[in-house]
């Protein structure tokens, strides 16, 4: 079975700072999705960044980026010039190529501090 | 805005009564995926459905049931509520199943209050 593993439950760092979220995944397919989510207070799940692991190169929107490490199942988020609006639960999540549902860690909470 | 809607935000009810809750996916999108948020459990994949028919199941209890109707609005039906139950009910959809990116697109969510 597939299992994501987020390690930090809480992070806190200045705003305008760099921080980086680890998440590590275990699966068994060789053909397979990685996402981070992002849930502010509202509770709303938003689609932060994703990565096929067919591809080599490292997603990146904007501020965020990722670095996948797919020979040791690693995918953290770099967030970069934090902003207050990035306070929020930060979740990992797995999908694989049957599109099934997602699996997901247990989150880390983002605060951003002015 | 996902493009998902959720109907109730908010419910509360009893142990042992029974409640339904709507989803309307994202127009084009046909497979529609139910998650379960609770304090305790995290965020868990519970039921799957494509275009109709069930396409996965995870760790959904047999308590609880769902169904995709001709317009791809999508129902959760749970019954003999448990305050355990209380939790956050997601609908997310997707363009189709086995389609890459396999990104899903999450409603806002309904609230569920057992008492």
């Known amino acids: 079975a597939q299992t994501v593993t987020q390690s930090q439950p809480e992070m806190s760092v200045q705003e305008a700072e760099t921080v980086t979220l680890s998440c590590t995944y275990d699966?068994?397919?060789?053909?397979?999705?990685l996402f981070w989510y992002k849930q502010p207070p509202s509770r709303q799940m938003i689609l932060v960044i994703r990565?096929?692991?067919?591809?080599?190169q490292n997603a990146t929107e904007n501020r965020f980026s990722v670095n996948f490490q797919k020979a040791a199942k690693s995918f953290s988020l770099k967030i970069s010039d934090s902003q207050l609006g990035d306070t929020a639960m930060y979740f990992c999540?797995?999908?694989?190529?049957?599109?099934?549902?997602?699996?997901f860690g247990k989150g880390t909470h983002l605060i951003i501090q002015p | 805005d996902s493009g998902v809607t959720q109907t109730p935000k908010h419910l509360i009810t009893a142990t042992g009564q029974r409640v339904t809750l709507r989803c309307s996916p994202r127009?084009?999108?046909?497979?529609v995926y139910w998650y379960q948020q609770s304090l305790d459990q995290g965020l868990q994949f519970l039921i799957q459905?494509?275009?109709?028919?069930?396409?996965a199941k995870g760790n959904i209890l047999e308590r609880f049931s769902a169904q995709q109707f001709p317009d791809l609005h999508s129902e959760l039906n749970l019954s003999s509520l448990e305050l355990g139950d209380s939790a956050l009910y997601f609908c997310?959809?997707?363009?189709?199943?086995?389609?890459?990116?396999?990104?899903?697109?999450f409603g806002p969510g309904t609230r569920l209050t057992v008492l």
């Open positions: 997310a959809s997707s363009v189709a199943a086995g389609q890459n990116p396999n990104e899903q697109f």
């Open positions: 699966t068994s397919e060789n053909n397979y999705y």
């Open positions: 990565q096929e692991a067919y591809k080599q």
């Open positions: 999540a797995l999908g694989e190529g049957g599109a099934d549902g997602l699996t």
């Open positions: 127009s084009g999108d046909l497979s």
């Open positions: 459905y494509y275009n109709g028919e069930e396409r």
